[in-house]
């Protein structure tokens, strides 16, 4: 079945998401929006039905998956106990794009596969309309990893996704490209500190406001290296990358980075090498490759656009993409996270 919808709720076909409802009740697979990418979503105390999630991705089993809650109840039946700076933080950014990982109640309210094993859980509740209403009516908390093969970059828009995942799930319901464009903020709050473990919309200046100490992970910008332990199991693997190799280049100095990045284009060119150049709109022109994408004029325009770009890079059939990196300010974090990670962690910083 598949349901088409826009975001807005006037259009919204309540019938469907009902549908759409029934099918999580049993057990099966629906794909739908949330406010940051898509998600391929499971009754999330279905063992079974969590199972064909990583069996559709193709996903480690030690890849452990965020739960989507619709009201706060849900969130007292699966952990243990909420911390004054998590109650604080729940009443500021949820429903919205911030994951936090709580202490699990006992392993039987949420099975293993969901947490991969951990005695900790991650959760969220969504604001997308869409995604609070299919976890209302389902009436169970949805255990829901981005809607991609493990690996890709996630799904923004069902039209990138649709191929990979429609013959997995039985229902999809489509709300349009997805407002923010990358995964959740996700956090561990330790007493009166927070952790970034992933970074997101929710960005380090926000969290800031609500805690006095606000720490990024340092695999975030770093690489993992082989068999080293880490917070977040997800940080480990490849993720977001084309099969074209691709690299960053970055200068607080914009003038510098346009410099090098067709300094490298020149060297290439002369080789006979084809460049792609992923580059903010007001940079374009200023480029020598031939082939150059826009990738917004702003972050926010950045996020949302960066999945979808990604995945078209293979079809260009270049040697090299270069992409600008947009520094680590406010949104910029989170986007160069999934950048160096996208170009397998082959990147440059000029001073
Ligand atoms: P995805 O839903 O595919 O965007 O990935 C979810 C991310 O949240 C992955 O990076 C996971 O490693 C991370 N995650 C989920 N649950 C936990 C947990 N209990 N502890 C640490 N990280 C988690
Ligand atoms: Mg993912």
């Keep these: 079945m598949f349901a088409k919808y826009s975001n807005q709720k006037e259009k919204i076909n309540f019938e469907e998401i009902e549908e759409a409802a029934q099918k999580i009740q049993n057990g099966e697979l629906v794909l739908f929006p949330t406010e940051t990418v898509y998600g391929i979503g499971a009754n999330a105390f279905d063992e079974i039905a969590v199972k064909k999630i990583f069996e559709a991705k193709g996903r480690a089993g030690d890849n452990p998956l965020i739960v989507h809650i619709s009201n706060l109840q849900m969130v007292n039946e699966i952990v243990e106990e909420i911390s004054d700076l998590e109650k604080k933080l729940i009443e500021k950014f949820w429903p919205g794009p911030l994951t936090i990982i709580f202490k699990r109640k006992s392993k039987d309210v949420i099975p293993n596969v969901v947490t991969a094993n951990l005695n900790t859980v991650g959760i969220r509740m969504p604001s997308n309309l869409i995604a609070k209403e299919l976890i209302q009516r389902a009436g169970v908390p949805i255990a829901a990893p981005s809607a991609n093969v493990s690996g890709r970059p996630s799904g ?132 020598i490759s031939e082939i150059k994408w826009n990738m917004g004029e702003n972050l926010n325009e950045i996020a949302k656009n960066i999945f979808t770009l990604l995945r078209k890079v293979d079809k260009e059939q270049v040697d090299l993409v270069i992409i600008e990196g947009v520094g680590r300010n406010g949104l910029g974090l989170a986007i160069t996270n999934r950048l160096i990670r996208a170009c397998a962690y082959q990147y440059e910083i000029i001073n």
Excluded: F, W
Aim: hydrophobic share 35%; aromatic share 4%.
């Design 156 to 287: 923004t828009k069902i039209e990138d996704i649709i191929e990979e995942l429609q013959d997995k799930v039985s229902y999809i319901l489509d709300g349009g490209l997805t407002d923010i464009g990358l995964e959740s903020t996700v956090i561990r709050v330790e007493e009166n500190k927070i952790n970034i473990l992933r970074p997101g919309k929710i960005t380090k200046e926000q969290l800031e406001e609500v805690a006095n100490e606000v720490e990024v992970d340092s695999h975030v910008l770093g690489k993992v290296e082989k068999n080293e332990k880490v917070a977040s199991p997800g940080m480990k693997y490849r993720h977001y990358a084309p099969n074209t190799k691709c690299m960053m280049v970055y200068s607080e100095d914009e003038d510098k980075m346009i410099s090098r990045i067709n300094e490298i284009t020149l060297g290439m060119k002369q080789e006979g090498k084809k460049i792609l150049i992923l580059a903010k709109k007001k940079n374009l022109n200023n480029y």
